[in-house]
T-cell receptor
Framework: LAKTTQPISMDSYEGQEVNITCSHN???????ITWYQQFPSQGPRFIIQ???TKVTNEVASLFIPADRKSSTLSLPRVSLSDTAVYYC???????????FGTGTQLKVEL | GAVVSQHPSRVICKSGTSVKIECRSL??????MFWYRQFPKKSLMLMAT?????????EQGVEKDKFLINHASLTLSTLTVTSAHPEDSSFYIC?????????????FGEGSWLTVV
């Protein structure tokens, strides 16, 4: 299973763009990269998923370089409600399991 | 996205009793479901992989006789904590792999808080 490395914590202010980078040096060829958001006492919520280049949805963008050894989750104009833990996970699909790393605790202040 | 629901969201039980937590995929069929455990301010720890119609696969260190998992249908998996003790108190989360176009995504339930007194 690909091991991931993320910053333990990040601080930001409302209205700023936040970029969280995750390294996954031994990602497998078939792995997708998925990001989840988790609030206290809730299950993780799917944010975005990609395989390569750039993916954008209504809440975030995901940048994946050509070598796929890292990925960057970009949150535009964060608000206080974006304070949460963010996890990146490579996932092959099928019955393969997701193994969580430490995640990044994002704290957004006024 | 696909919806996964857990029940109950909170449960308190007496030491020595058993408690069951249900995980349902509401709008899709899930041949594979996963059960996690999470302690405060810690990451999720995978306990077992639940496969519909077959035995669950437990992670190293997880007691299969303690944490009974049943995946009897394509929309329901249950986790039963048997002879619960205070150290079993934790946040339990299930997840399921989507089907069809969402087959490469795993969706999580809301989680269930278990307190053993």
């Amino acid at each position: 299973l690909a091991k991931t490395t993320q910053p333990i914590s990040m601080d930001s202010y409302e209205g700023q763009e936040v970029n969280i980078t995750c390294s996954h040096n031994n990602i497998a060829t078939n792995d997708y990269i998925t990001w989840y958001q988790q609030f206290p006492s809730q299950g993780p919520r799917f944010i975005i998923q990609g395989y390569k280049t750039k993916v954008t949805n209504e809440v975030a963008s995901l940048f994946i370089p050509a070598d796929r050894k890292s990925s960057t989750l970009s949150l535009p104009r964060v608000s206080l409600s974006d304070t949460a833990v963010y996890y990146c996970l490579p996932f092959t699909g099928g019955g393969n399991k997701l193994t969580f790393g430490t995640g990044t605790q994002l704290k957004v202040e006024l | 996205g696909a919806v996964v629901s857990q029940h109950p969201s909170r449960v308190i039980c007496k030491s020595g009793t058993s408690v069951k937590i249900e995980c349902r995929s509401l709008d899709f069929q899930a041949t594979t479901m996963f059960w996690y455990r999470q302690f405060p301010k810690k990451s999720l720890m995978l306990m077992a992989t639940s496969n519909e119609g077959s035995k669950a696969t437990y992670e190293q260190g997880v007691e299969k006789d303690k944490f009974l998992i049943n995946h009897a249908s394509l929309t329901l998996s249950t986790l039963t904590v048997t002879s619960a003790h205070p150290e079993d108190s934790s946040f339990y989360i299930c997840s399921a792999r989507g089907d069809g176009s969402s087959g490469n995504t795993i969706y999580f339930g809301e989680g269930s808080w278990l307190t053993v007194v």
